[in-house]
Nanobody
Framework: VQLQASGGGSVQPGGSVRLSCQAPGRNLEYYFIGWFRQAPGKEREKISC????????YYVPSMKGRFTISRDKSKNMVYLQVDNLRPEDTAVYYCATTTPPYSDPASRCSDTGNWGTGTLVTVSS
């Protein structure tokens, strides 16, 4: 499945952004979709994932609080809301298919190799 992330841009510290993930021509109903990010010079890190079918979610503990993952079945879209943005949130954000959010802790929300195009979020004043 080919995924496309969008919605990034330049945001001031303290602001919010809602990123979108879509799969043109593909029903996401039975997929698990996750959000990841990669900051300049750093490794890619996991944020969260969601079961598109029934909506269960998982957040990496360090990402709880300011990140909210959701999906809209009518639009076949997955979203990531990021609030109270900080300069260290500057990164390319990607969506990808993942393992279930209710897998064992070591493997939950791990990517399964289907990466979408990323979207850049830049947080600066």
């Amino acid at each position: 499945v080919q995924l496309q992330a969008s919605g990034g841009g330049s945001v001031q510290p303290g602001g919010s952004v809602r990123l979108s993930c879509q799969a043109p021509g593909r029903n996401l109903e039975y997929y698990f979709i996750g959000w990841f990010r990669q900051a300049p010079g750093k490794e890619r890190e996991k944020i969260s994932c969601i079961s598109f079918h029934e909506g269960s979610t998982y957040y990496v503990p360090s990402m709880k609080g300011r990140f909210t993952i959701s999906r809209d079945k009518s639009k076949n879209m997955v979203y990531l809301q990021v609030d109270n943005l900080r300069p260290e949130d500057t990164a390319v954000y990607y969506c990808a298919t993942t393992t279930p959010p209710y897998s064992d802790p070591a493997s939950r929300c791990s990517d399964t190799g289907n990466w979408g195009t990323g979207t850049l979020v830049t947080v600066s004043s």
